[in-house]
């Protein structure tokens, strides 16, 4: 999904990894397979709303409904040389369903294929900051954690709870309320996502996810309810999801987040990095 993701944690400066060609492919790679498994989950929650995924030309489309944010590339460039006709295949998938052409496109992905795009009538509509730090055995935040606090990965029964928690985590961006209370019913088919649980003596706060491809752990959603912010929720969240990747062999954690935001800046305080600056193209709309 769009919404943006975070991580935490310090290392040493020697053990980042370049940021070139191959960390793109890492990154990017693993945001559209975890995308893809999201869409996976709504096909067989929601059979009726025709989600589904595809491959072309080393690019993953995905539909997730006319409005969902997932619907849109990840990979664009960089694992296929895109020409006219790739652009023809891949427009063709969401015009099928009726849904904008959107492409969240790498600048490691080249001059020529932004150039491309301009041609065929795209437009920037979004920029995203793409973070990233190594996990090493696992996160040092470098910071007291609020003992009162808990966050862990919900139990099989705690998907509702967890779907309510982000649903009022994210109630004041009037989109989102009924999206995370979807994920409720589709959490348990989402076979790369977990699903985090913050609690402030056992009554819970905050809630966030996890998806894990390819060695990489990109975190999402995370969010807390009004009442209880400011008190080291996100904190404990972004703790136990780290440790939780890294224990299950994540080498490189990865976070999006709008550029000059507090996220970023939180993130940069705890070791993230930039990787590099995405743009999200989309499709001038047409009057036929």
Not at 42 to 55: C, L, Q, T, Y
Not at 110 to 139: H, I, K, N
């Amino acid at each position: 999904m769009s919404s943006k993701t975070e991580v935490v944690s310090r290392t040493a400066d020697n053990s980042y990894p370049f940021s070139d060609l191959a960390l793109a492919r890492r990154l990017e790679r693993a945001e559209g397979q975890g995308g893809a498994s999201f869409v996976e989950a709504r096909a067989v929650a929601f059979p009726e709303s025709g989600a589904r995924w595809a491959e072309i030309a080393g690019t993953y489309a995905m539909y997730d409904g006319v409005h969902s944010p997932i619907t849109q590339t990840f990979g664009l460039g960089l694992f296929h040389e895109i020409t006219g006709t790739e652009l023809d295949e891949i427009e063709g998938f969401f015009k099928n369903y009726g849904a904008r052409v959107f492409h969240e496109v790498s600048p490691l992905a080249g001059l020529p294929l932004a150039a491309l795009l301009r041609e065929r009538g795209y437009e920037p509509v979004e920029f995203t900051s793409v973070m990233y730090r190594p996990l090493g055995s696992g996160p040092d935040l470098g910071v007291s954690l609020n003992e009162k606090i808990q966050a862990r990965a919900i139990s099989s029964s705690e998907h509702g709870l967890w779907g309510q928690t982000a649903a009022r985590g994210w109630g004041e961006l009037p989109e989102f309320p009924d999206l995370f209370s979807d994920l409720a019913k589709l959490n348990p088919f989402h076979k790369s996502g977990v699903s985090f649980l913050a609690f402030l003596e056992g009554r819970p706060i905050a809630a966030g996810a996890l998806n894990m491809s390819g060695g990489v752990g990109l975190l999402a959603g995370a969010c807390t309810i009004p009442e209880a912010r400011k008190q080291g929720a996100q904190l404990a969240l972004l703790d136990s999801r780290l440790r939780y990747a890294a224990e299950r062999g994540c080498d490189i954690a990865m976070m999006c987040a709008q550029p000059g935001s507090a996220s970023q800046r939180n993130a940069e305080r705890h070791g993230f990095r930039i990787a590099y600056t995405r743009i999200k193209w989309g499709l001038r709309r047409t009057d036929n």
